[in-house]
Nanobody
Framework: VQLQACGGGLVQPGGSVKLSCAAS????????MGWYRQAAGKQRELVAA???????TYADSVKGRFAISRDNAKNTVYLQMNNLKFDDTAVYYC??????????????WGQGTLVTVSS
């Protein structure tokens, strides 16, 4: 699968932005779709994820501010980011994960989109 993320840019603190991740194939084939981010000098971290049944999970730092959703018909996953903070500045990566019957994880990554929170 190829994942194309877009929607990043420069936003002021307190502002909002919505990221999109379009997959080349059906996202229904994946057990988990997620967004990760990597800030300069830091490790990549999970921001939010959504299962094939619609169950969501969020990093504590974004709970109540970010919302992940998926549109299976459009093979697209979204990340609505509200009340953005300086610490949200990072490259955001889309992830598709398939888990085998033996619990092996197969991860696929998009190219990343930069979100810069600055006044």
């Amino acid at each position: 699968v190829q994942l194309q993320a877009c929607g990043g840019g420069l936003v002021q603190p307190g502002g909002s932005v919505k990221l999109s991740c379009a997959a080349s194939g059906s996202i229904s084939n994946y057990d988990l779709m997620g967004w990760y981010r990597q800030a300069a000098g830091k490790q990549r971290e999970l921001v939010a994820a959504i299962t094939d049944t619609g169950r969501t999970t969020y990093a504590d730092s974004v709970k109540g501010r970010f919302a992940i959703s998926r549109d299976n018909a459009k093979n697209t996953v979204y990340l609505q980011m509200n009340n953005l903070k300086f610490d949200d500045t990072a490259v955001y990566y889309c992830n598709a994960r398939r888990i085998s019957s033996l619990a092996t994880r197969y991860d696929y990554w998009g190219q990343g989109t930069l979100v810069t929170v600055s006044s």
